[in-house]
Structure formats: structure tokens, C-alpha cells
């Protein structure tokens, strides 16, 4: 990376990097308070951080912001908006969805335990 293009892409970096600690500290203290005071919900919460955080914050620093920002600054606010948003939601429910996926697979794997 050289140059001024270098030099952005070193800071959005940085810049996700720590929004993505900011939101993995914060997730599992939410999941612990809203879903179950356990071990197993507070580390859900990083994953979940770390994922939505790559995903989102991926599209809106390097794509929406980045390769594409020409193209989304000569759009009206609504239509930006109207793009933008359905796109974060998206991209957020795909996250979240492949943490509960694997969450309920690593369920669906484990052993009966039988009773005495």
C-alpha cells in the first residue's frame, strides 16, 4: 500500500477494527442480559460482533464509502438510503443467521446424556 489510497485503506482499517472491539465488548453483555447469564451466550455475542462488524462494516467502509462512493454521492439521500438499507439489513440478518446456524448445528451434534 502506497501512497494516499494506502494510507485510507490503513485507517478504515483501523477504524473497523476498532468498532469491531467496541461492539465485541458490548454484544455479550447484551446477550447475557437479554438471552441467558452463561459462558456460551457471552462468547455467541463476540462471534456475533466479529461477523456482523467484517460484514457490515466491510460494505459500508469499502464498498458504499469506497469503490462505489462516486456512484452513491451523485444519489439523492432517499435513494442512497433506500439502497444502503436493505443492504446492511441484509448483510446483518446473514451474520446473525450463520451464528444461530452454527450454534444449532454444534446442538444437534452433541449426545444424549443418558439418566442414571
Given at each position: 500500500?502506497?501512497?494516499r489510497g494506502?494510507?485510507?485503506?490503513?485507517?478504515?482499517?483501523?477504524?473497523?477494527?476498532?468498532?469491531?472491539?467496541?461492539?465485541?465488548?458490548?454484544?455479550?453483555?447484551?446477550?447475557?442480559?437479554?438471552?441467558?447469564?452463561?459462558?456460551?451466550s457471552?462468547?455467541?455475542?463476540v462471534v456475533d460482533g466479529v461477523l456482523v462488524?467484517?460484514?457490515v462494516?466491510?460494505?459500508?467502509?469499502?464498498?458504499r464509502?469506497?469503490?462505489?462512493?462516486?456512484?452513491?454521492r451523485?444519489?439523492?439521500?432517499?435513494?442512497?438510503?433506500?439502497?444502503?438499507?436493505?443492504?446492511?439489513?441484509?448483510?446483518f440478518?446473514?451474520?446473525r443467521?450463520?451464528?444461530?446456524?452454527?450454534?444449532?448445528?454444534?446442538d444437534?451434534?452433541?449426545?444424549?446424556?443418558r439418566g442414571?
Amino acid at each position: 500500500m502506497s501512497g494516499r489510497g494506502g494510507r485510507r485503506a490503513r485507517i478504515q482499517l483501523r477504524q473497523l477494527g476498532v468498532i469491531t472491539v467496541l461492539v465485541c465488548l458490548v454484544t455479550p453483555v447484551f446477550n447475557v442480559l437479554t438471552n441467558a447469564p452463561t459462558l456460551r451466550s457471552a462468547i455467541q455475542g463476540v462471534v456475533d460482533g466479529v461477523l456482523v462488524c467484517g460484514l457490515v462494516g466491510g460494505y459500508v467502509q469499502f464498498v458504499r464509502d469506497g469503490a462505489l462512493r462516486p456512484w452513491f454521492r451523485r444519489l439523492p439521500f432517499a435513494a442512497d438510503l433506500a439502497i444502503s438499507s436493505p443492504i446492511v439489513v441484509a448483510l446483518f440478518l446473514v451474520g446473525r443467521g450463520v451464528v444461530l446456524r452454527g450454534a444449532r448445528d454444534r446442538d444437534d451434534l452433541r449426545l444424549p446424556v443418558r439418566g442414571r
